[in-house]
């Protein structure tokens, strides 16, 4: 999936990244490399819905 592909919708995209990251990634890192998207972008258009992203558990939670 190509940058112009990844969800513009804030969550549509949590659901996408969320299920990406469980299902295909180590992390965000390895995610936004595979998908050439600006990790600030995604960590950004997340935050402005109150979703943090957890290392931990490799997932964005609120």
């Known amino acids: 999936m190509s940058n112009k592909q990844i969800p513009k919708d804030p ?3 949590l659901s996408y990244v969320n299920t990406e990251l469980r299902d295909n990634y180590d992390d ?3 995610f ?3 998908h050439s998207v600006d990790i600030n972008d ?3 258009r997340l935050r ?3 979703y943090v992203y ?3 558990l490799n997932q964005f939670v609120n």
């Open 48 to 50: 402005s819905i109150n």
């Open 28 to 30: 965000l890192v390895d």
């Open 32 to 34: 936004c490399v595979s």
């Open 11 to 13: 969550n549509i995209l």
């Open 54 to 56: 957890d290392a931990n």
């Open 42 to 44: 995604i960590v950004g």
